[in-house]
Each structure stands twice: as C-alpha cells, then as structure tokens.
C-alpha cells in the first residue's frame, strides 16, 4: 500500500485543481448557453439535460486518464491491477445496468422510489472503487465534489428563481412539493450520491485501464535480460 497516493508526493489538491476549474467554467458556459437559449443540441434544457454536448459528465472519463498518468507517473500504482480494473468493470456494470431498466422493478412504487435506487446504486457503483485503488479513489472523490458542489448550490438558486434550465428543470407528472423538497430531490441528493458516483465510477474505468496500459509501456521498454 505503500505505493498509493499517500506516497507518492502528489498534492490532491493541486492536481485537482485545473480540472476543477475547467469544469467549473464548463458549467457556467451551460447555465450562459440555457439562459441564452442557444441550440439545444449544445444545450439541453429538458429535465436532465442529458445528451448535451457542452457538459461536465464528459469530463470524468477525460481527467480519470489524466489523473491515474499522473499518480503512476509519481509511483502510485495499484496494489493489485486486476483489482482495480475489476471494480472498475463492476462499477461501470451496475451504472449501465441501472440505466437500461433497473428503474423499471420500482416503477409500481413510483418515481421518488426509482430516484432512490438510482442514487443508491450510482454512488455504490463508486465506493466500490476504494476496492479496487483506494489511493486513486481518494483524487476521484475529491475532484468529484469539487465538480459537483458548485452545480449543487446553483441548482438552489435556480429552483428558487425558477431560470428555465436543466438546472432547475422537473420531469414530467412530478408534483411539486415546494422549493425545498424539489431542490434535493432534482438537485442535492442526485449530485452528491448519483453523480459523484458516476464521476468516481467512470473515473476509475478509463484510470485502470490507463495504469495497465502504462505498465505494459513500462514492460516492453526494458532491456532484456533486465
């Protein structure tokens, strides 16, 4: 375990923030570009928003490569890489399975029972990953609310000043409870459980696969006999 991140010299923080910072002007970009009402193909407004080409959930796979180069590069290495990889395949199971039906054994017991199962689900999918490479785990999580908690308190204010965004967006025959009931279930609990565990997830797939790909580099570029 030695070779995790706690060894290796990296700062979380610094390496964090460009990323954290790119993706917070992405997410002022999209709440700009809805406001603006500019394409919806670049900029969905429906509940979700999802497809969207200007958006943040792109950025997970994107910085896991870049995170995981930048941790193996210092040493930080996985204890076990079929571990790791593992996990990340397991993770990235359950977020798919999930989305193409899991919703739907729950569907009799209404929506609010499905958007639970999904939170849960979703976040498990990345705390799986503390399994696999718990130094790697720790830069994912910490670069996952650094992207999330800022759209988690501007979707507060977009409840409240009903914008007509994703951010603010219901879904159809959900019955409004006010403010504060819409505003965590449409926004508090889906950023900090559902996408956190996407980012950390997600993550962690394209990181693994990045760490054996680097070590397999590292292989063929011995000398023999080394």
Do not use: C
Request: proline share 4%; no cysteine.
């Amino acid at each position: 375990m030695a070779n995790e991140t706690s060894g290796t010299g990296l700062s979380i923080s610094k390496l964090i923030l460009v990323p954290a910072l790119v993706t917070l002007a992405i997410t002022l970009l999209r709440l700009v570009g809805e406001l603006e009402r500019w394409p919806s193909s670049l900029f969905n407004r429906s509940s979700g928003g999802g497809g969207a080409i200007v958006g943040i959930t792109w950025l997970a796979p994107i910085f896991g490569i870049y995170f995981a180069f930048k941790l193996v590069r210092a040493g930080g290495t996985p204890a076990s890489l079929a571990r790791a990889i593992g996990m990340a395949i397991l993770g990235a199971v359950i977020i798919v399975g999930t989305s193409m039906g899991g919703g739907k054994f729950l569907a009799a017991y209404g929506f609010k029972a499905v958007l639970i199962f999904f939170w849960i689900t979703w976040a498990l999918a990345g705390l799986l990953q503390i399994i696999g490479w718990p130094g790697f785990f720790k830069i994912l999580l910490a670069y996952s609310l650094a992207a999330r908690i800022p759209v988690a308190i501007l979707m507060f204010f977009a409840f409240w000043g009903h914008w007509g965004t994703h951010y603010d967006a219901l879904p159809t025959g959900w019955q409004s409870s006010g403010l504060g009931s819409d505003y965590l279930w449409m926004g508090f609990f889906p950023q900090l459980l559902l996408w956190v565990g996407y980012t950390i997830a997600a993550g962690a797939l394209f990181g693994s696969i990045t760490a054996g790909v680097m070590r397999l580099f590292r292989r063929s570029s011995k000398p023999a006999g080394a």
